[in-house]
C-alpha cells in the first residue's frame, strides 16, 4: 500500500510546459527508500513531475480541449 505525507502546498515548479505555482508536493512511500517519490501536482494540471530513485519524468506538453 502506498503512503504518503503532504510537503507542501505552496510550491513552485518550471517544466517544459510551463510554469506553475501554489503547488501539492508529496512524498510518496517515506519509509521505502527504493520506492520514494517526490510528487508535484499543478492546481487545474495534474502531476507535473516526479522525482525518484530511478530519475525524474516532467510534464512537457499541455493540451486543453474544449
Given at each position: 500500500?502506498?503512503?504518503?505525507h503532504v510537503l507542501?502546498?505552496?510550491?513552485e ?6 510554469s ?6 508529496l512524498?510518496?512511500?517515506?519509509d521505502?527508500p527504493?520506492?520514494t517519490?517526490i510528487?508535484?501536482?499543478a492546481p487545474?494540471?495534474g ?7 530511478s530519475?525524474q ?6 493540451h486543453?480541449?474544449?
Open positions: 500500500m502506498d503512503t504518503y507542501s502546498v505552496t510550491d515548479v518550471s517544466v517544459p510546459a510551463g506553475y505555482q501554489g503547488c501539492l508536493k512524498l510518496e512511500n517515506p521505502d527504493e520506492d517519490d510528487i508535484l501536482y487545474g494540471v502531476r507535473v513531475t516526479e522525482e525518484s530513485t530519475g519524468l516532467q510534464l512537457v506538453a499541455l486543453v480541449y474544449e
